[in-house]
């Protein structure tokens, strides 16, 4: 920063610093829907305050099941192969516990969140983000995946769609990486936590469905987007008797059952009208094309993602799009999160949890921060 | 192609997950709830309501939305009711910002807990019996757990020389728990202080587990070991809503002590599992600022049951260390002359009296088993007769503290 710029930033007061945008919060935010609510609250009156079965109410197990069978083509038995966690959070935790030994490897299909790796680490093992090509919009990558397995990996995580990249993993890819799962017996997690949110025609589709998969497939989803229930601490983890069986017993020793009231609101929501996934997609849909025009109106470079409500864009070319590209970003009152950290160095993660005009804005500030960081060396 | 190799869970790791207690407790739990007309004296779930205050509160939250997470380490206004009640009633002093981590209930406290601050070949040294859920907890943490054993005769108190006893260079916590489970006993104030003495002198930290603190009979004493001279940094005091306002279900529970662990337990927190759940966070902060009278109310009644209890296993000849606290018994059986899974097992199909067996707590206490009193006293006294009848044992007599 030059002397007088450093000077300017002194004599400004605060109160005419533009407001910050923050583009790295995670969380939709929206509210839970109202008859999930009354279920709640009658299930309070009825006195559900007490230990539900370990794994789980069973009407809320059956649910969740049939949905499995019904959107995902994924038989599992209610009671012994589904179990409620305290969201998808703990079924990651738990899953990655009983997976991983001391010294054991798990690939992630990334980019993907740290949460992975820091969770693998506790759990005595490691985790390596496999990023995937960026020309390939960051799409999970089997070849990439199959160079890097060693003789202690024992599973890979596929985040589908994914986060911050919003690749939706399908077609031949998804079957080559069921292939490789099955050529190294690994067991995969399938984290499918944003399911609702696909767009530009792309079509999920859960691994654990493929031939052959069942048998090694953790499928994990949950409740918190966009059903408005994130606070509630309620999702599932779905899978074969042989891993779902020492999972139960973990979640038992961590938190003995998810809460009772919690687990109501997951079985008004997964029983309930599909409105408020309708309503969440189209929320994201609308903000997605506004943000994209603005962001192409400022000839600002991004990849455009398949799904979830993150995204990337482009600063590989910014002058120092690790540090000094951060202090750029902070002058111009935008809070972005590290590409690097999520193992796509060069790339800005933008989360789609502001209302449109707010985005809009911040496209805006993004083409000036990048247009004036452009031309150096990148050492991001 | 070569043949496929399905994924297993290895076998290591299925001992470490492996917890003999807990798989005998909830064996017996499966087929009573197959049967019809069984009277639980098992799980520890009280079968009081939630008061009435707590439940409006947490409706109101909803109402008002408890959609987002909290802070990993909890919502502030929670955090803060917890600090100031440490204080009034407990005598601790803690740090509200950063000494205090909400949990999704007691259980994830103790599990995030052990994970923090115990190393692989790290000594945990826990009174026997105990609540064989810490097993996993521990198992996962690669630590070693050292049984301190504690006896019917002295009310199953802890004994600071059998402790003590115990110590190698490896020793790095001591696991408190009073009132206990599955014992009911209590440490008694002077065992806490020489115990206090003992932690500070070998340089180890303790876990006090209080979650039955409000529920003590015939005078029995709470001392909280954090409010002693020189514990407060390294004492981390476990303690929740379960079992204080019969809640359960609620999923709410609470870790308090020096920040350097604390610290710690929060980022655990965070990976595991974000956020103690909302609602119910709300629901603890109407717990603990609400009317405190329904506590001593729930404990009267307790104490009704207990006496209908004792009464019943004086008659039959049985003999248990002092419950001076919680709602459990642990019962010696031995006069019955029957392995304590087999008579759970006789005891569940013929009278139709589901109990927990001693083998649920410690593979030693095959002579013991723990009946709790979550039931309404006509239950209780039924129960009782059935188990007489059906182990032919009325008109025995002689029974009572060992």
Redesign the interface.
């Known amino acids: 920063m030059s002397a007088i710029a450093r000077e300017d930033r002194l004599h400004s007061a605060p109160a005419q610093r533009p407001r910050l945008i923050d583009l790295s919060r995670g969380?939709l935010?929206?509210?839970?829907a109202p008859h999930v609510?009354e279920a709640?609250?009658r299930a309070?009156?009825d006195?559900?305050?007490?230990?539900?079965t370990?794994p789980g109410l069973n009407p809320l197990r059956r649910a969740i099941a049939e949905k499995l069978e019904r959107e995902n083509g994924i038989r599992v038995h209610a009671e012994r192969e589904v179990l409620v966690?305290?969201?998808t959070?703990?079924a990651v935790?738990v899953a990655l516990?009983?997976?991983l030994?001391h010294d054991d490897q798990a690939v992630v299909a990334g980019p993907a969140a740290r949460?992975y790796r820091?969770?693998a680490r506790?759990a005595?093992g490691t985790a390596r983000v496999i990023p995937g090509d960026p020309a390939d919009g960051f799409a999970v990558d089997p070849d990439a995946i199959a160079r890097r397995l060693t003789s202690r990996t024992?599973?890979l995580v596929l985040v589908s769609p994914s986060s911050p990249a919003g690749s939706v993993a399908a077609g031949d890819r998804l079957e080559a990486v069921a292939e490789l799962a099955?050529?190294?017996?690994?067991?995969v997690l399938s984290v499918e936590k944003l399911e609702p949110f696909v767009y530009d025609g792309a079509a999920a589709r859960s691994v654990g469905s493929l031939p052959?998969m069942a048998?090694?497939t953790v499928t994990i989803n949950g409740f918190s987007e966009p059903h408005?229930?994130?606070?509630?601490?309620?999702g599932y983890m779905a899978g074969p008797e042989?891993?779902l069986g020492?999972m139960t017993?973990?979640k038992?020793?961590?938190?003995?059952?998810?809460?009772?009231?919690?687990q109501h609101a997951a079985l008004a929501a997964i029983t309930g009208p599909r409105t408020p996934l309708e309503s969440a997609r189209a929320l994201v849909a609308e903000r997605r094309d506004r943000f994209f025009a603005a962001l192409d109106t400022a000839g600002v470079r991004y990849l455009r993602p398949q799904g979830g409500y993150h995204m990337l864009v482009d600063a590989r070319h910014a002058n120092g799009a690790g540090g000094s590209l951060q202090r750029a970003l902070r002058s111009a009152r935008l809070r972005v999160g590290s590409g690097a950290a999520v193992g796509a160095p060069g790339w800005l993660p933008i989360a789609l949890t502001s209302p449109s005009e707010v985005l809009e804005e911040a496209a805006g500030r993004l083409a000036s921060v990048l247009a004036e960081a452009k031309g150096g060396t990148n050492d991001g | 192609?070569a043949e496929?190799?399905?994924?297993?869970?290895?076998g290591?790791?299925?001992e470490r997950?492996?917890?003999e207690g807990?798989r005998q407790r909830?064996d017996l739990l499966e087929r009573a709830e197959s049967m019809t007309g069984v009277i639980a004296l098992g799980?520890g779930?009280?079968d009081l309501?939630?008061p009435e205050h707590i439940?409006d509160a947490?409706?109101r939250a909803?109402?008002r939305?408890?959609?987002?997470?909290?802070d990993p380490a909890g919502l502030p206004e929670l955090r803060r009711a917890i600090a100031a009640k440490l204080l009034r009633e407990n005598g601790v002093t803690v740090d509200p910002a950063a000494g205090v981590v909400v949990t999704?209930?007691g259980?994830?406290g103790l599990?995030l807990l052990v994970?923090a601050i115990l190393e692989p070949g790290d000594e945990i040294l826990v009174p026997d019996p105990r609540y064989t859920?810490y097993?996993?907890?521990i198992q996962?943490a690669?630590a070693k757990m050292i049984s301190v054993p504690t006896d019917e005769r002295d009310g199953f108190d802890l004994d600071p020389d059998e402790v003590e006893r115990r110590i190698t260079p490896r020793t790095r916590v001591l696991l408190l728990i009073t009132p206990g489970n599955p014992t009911a006993g209590t440490i008694t104030p002077p065992n806490l202080r020489r115990l206090a003495e003992i932690a500070r002198k070998h340089d180890l930290l303790v876990i006090s587990d209080e979650i039955y603190e409000k529920l003590l009979y015939d005078g029995a004493e709470h001392l909280s070991i954090g409010s002693l001279p020189g514990m407060a940094d390294r004492t981390i005091l476990l303690n929740g809503f379960s079992k204080t306002y019969?809640?359960?279900?609620?999923?709410?529970g609470y870790l308090a002590g020096p920040r350097s662990v604390m610290r710690r337990v929060r980022r655990?927190k965070e990976?595991?599992?974000?956020?103690?759940?909302?609602?119910?966070q709300w629901a603890g902060v109407a717990a603990l600022e609400g009317p405190q009278d329904v506590v001593e109310e729930y404990r009267r009644i307790y104490e009704g049951r207990r006496r209908v209890m004792l009464d019943g296993l004086d008659r039959m000849g049985f003999t248990y260390g002092d419950p001076r606290g919680a709602f459990y018994i642990f019962v010696n059986a031995s006069s019955v002359g029957m392995d304590s899974i087999d008579l759970s097992r006789k005891l569940l199909e013929e009278a139709k009296v589901l109990i927990f067996p001693g083998t649920g707590f410690g593979e030693q206490w095959v002579d013991y088993m723990r009946v709790s009193y979550l039931a309404p006293e006509a239950e209780l006294a039924e129960a009782m007769s059935r188990i007489e009848s059906c182990l032919g044992l009325t008109g025995g007599g002689g029974g009572g503290p060992a």
Not at chain 2, 4 to 10: K, Y
Not at chain 2, 271 to 280: T, Y
């Open positions: 969380r935010g929206l509210a839970t609510r709640a609250k309070l009156d006195g559900e305050t007490h230990y539900t370990r966690t305290c969201g959070r703990e935790f516990h009983v997976l030994e949460l820091d969770v506790l005595g024992r599973a099955l050529a190294r017996g690994l067991a052959g048998e090694r408005g229930l994130a606070g509630w601490r309620v042989s891993l020492p017993q973990l038992q020793a961590m938190s003995i059952c998810s809460p009772a009231v919690s | 192609m496929r190799v399905v994924p297993s869970v290895g290591d790791q299925l997950l492996d917890d807990t909830y799980r779930d009280p309501p939630t439940v947490a409706k909803i109402d939305g408890a959609d987002e997470v909290s999704t209930g259980q994830e599990f994970q859920s097993d996993v907890a996962m690669g019969c809640m359960t279900g609620w999923r709410v655990l990976l595991a599992s974000s956020c103690a759940p909302v609602v119910s």
